[in-house]
């Protein structure tokens, strides 16, 4: 779990989140473009929309939550650009390149002091409950709280996202699918608080603080 400092320096937030924002605005135009900034903004909205229904109030632990969130992809910069636009199914050593960008991430901000904490939800947000994640499959408690959480709505926007090579999944699709997976790939604890907050939370879109052109990446 992420920890907090007993007396924040309030200056810190606001500097991480500006420079976060930063990143990110220069993450997408160098790699995705638009749908990265959707995507990236909608997770980092929902996830502490989902730390406030697991009622976790440490301004620490939600600011580096929502740095990580916006962040979570940009170990695909410096990827090959025909894995990650492809639109078939990935070969065994394209998929092998894919998972190598959680390190490459948390290697590229982890440097920075103010992004430290949040390098480590960039780090282990493909982890699984069940261990079976990666990049070192780490299971239950062993995975940071943060990182469990933002799995959880990585997935959903996943899931319920338009991709070149398919239509989202309705939102009632996602959640079963969810549910389903409760106890293997999310935290039993993490699932249970998704379920407790209004669907219609969920439904609405964030807003686009710049327009950025591009294709999307794969997730």
Request: glycine share 8%; with cysteine; proline share 7%.
């Amino acid at each position: 779990m992420l920890e907090c400092r007993a007396k924040p320096d309030v200056s810190e937030p606001l500097m991480a989140e500006t420079r976060g924002l930063g990143i990110l605005r220069f993450f997408a135009a160098a790699a995705g473009g638009d749908i990265v900034c959707r995507h990236s903004l909608a997770v980092a909205r929902h996830a502490l929309t989902l730390a406030k229904a697991l009622a976790v109030q440490e301004v620490e632990f939600l600011r580096d939550l929502k740095a990580g969130a916006l962040l979570h992809d940009i170990g695909k910069i410096g990827m090959p650009k025909r894995i990650l636009k492809k639109r078939g199914p990935l070969t065994g050593l394209e998929r092998e390149i894919i998972r190598e960008h959680p390190w490459q991430g948390y290697q590229l901000i982890s440097r920075l002091e103010y992004l430290r904490e949040a390098g480590l939800i960039v780090l282990y947000h493909h982890e699984r409950f069940d261990g079976l994640g990666y990049p070192f499959g780490l299971a239950r408690n062993a995975i940071p709280l943060a990182a469990r959480i933002f799995s959880l709505v990585d997935a959903l926007d996943a899931m319920t996202s338009d991709r070149p090579y398919r239509s989202g999944r309705s939102f009632q699709d996602a959640r079963r699918e969810i549910v389903r997976c409760r106890g293997t790939q999310f935290d039993p604890d993490v699932v249970d608080a998704f379920l407790s907050v209004p669907v219609l939370t969920w439904l609405t879109p964030p807003e686009k603080p710049w327009p950025v052109r591009g294709s999307p990446l794969i997730h």
